[in-house]
């Protein structure tokens, strides 16, 4: 009897995700609930850890996959780093006027590069979501000479998408502190017992914080704003300016890079009361007491000022463009 060939694309990706279906149900019979988060990737990867946790290396189907973590990363540039979101204010900043030495995207950021010369050196995805819906992003990101921070299950979707000769960027593995990958989910009482100065939980009854070490881990605030600013706080810098943080109108009103027929959905409007906004507030004695200066330069935020102060973005530009604009 000859073998059998799937003919179609469809048929072989009805057979990837049935063979991954099974996979993770054999996961969740043999592993308890404190291990569910790592489901996904039992199979996949192997992650080797140092004396203190921090993961150190990683493999994808038995081939090596390089990494920055354990290297000591030091900003670029001794100055103000920009990290760049993608609320709708950001299409109201000229960037071909606006003078930046470093810059952290997030999401669909990179959509700017099409517009304007915007380099970014470092760059930060931890939704899933936004790897299914936009490979074309991702992809140009891949593409870049940046540091891109992410978590092992968005590096796992990303592969899904795209070879391993594709990820031509370099590749920090950073992980959600309270779910340590292969490693039982963190509680409240098992964030008490972690804590230290450079790992900050907010409440003893929460699973809010901040963390000056991205190394062990960051905390989620339901916003990857947060996680990219926990990046650049580790790297050292002190000068932080936060575009397109608006963090408003979400349901209706779609990012810069995106139309109304294009747009994907966001929780953020359901999440900022509970999640969002405590975790900047709460975040901003922690940075005063290091020196860190956070402007939002998204006059609309959602979040108050007396959080982080507002700045309109021309006060920043050089005094021959304003004066060329002008």
Known sequence: MGSIVLGTDNSQFTLRKLYTAILRTSYRVSHSRVYRHSARLWHHFKIERDAYGAIRTLTFRGKSIPLENGKNLTPLEIGPVHLIATGPSVAQIDYRRLPMASAIGVNGAIALSERYPVKFDYYCIIDTQFVKKRPDLIEKILRQNLTLFVPPLVLWYILQHFPVSALRCKIYLTEEICKPTFLPARDCQ??????S???????????????????????????????????LTWLGYKDIYIHGMDLSNTLSVPRFYETHETMQPSSIELDFAAYIEPSFRKALP????????????????ALDASIFPKRDWNSLCEPEACLQQA
């Open 190 to 195: 098992e964030l008490q017992r972690l804590a």
């Open 197 to 231: 100065r450079d790992i900050c939980q907010f409440d003893a009854d929460s699973l809010l914080g901040y963390s000056f070490d991205i190394g062990r881990g960051f905390f989620d605030s339901k916003t990857v704003a947060f996680t990219a600013l926990q990046v």
């Open 286 to 301: 922690l940075l005063r007491e290091r020196g860190i200066s956070v402007t939002n330069l998204s006059l609309a935020s």
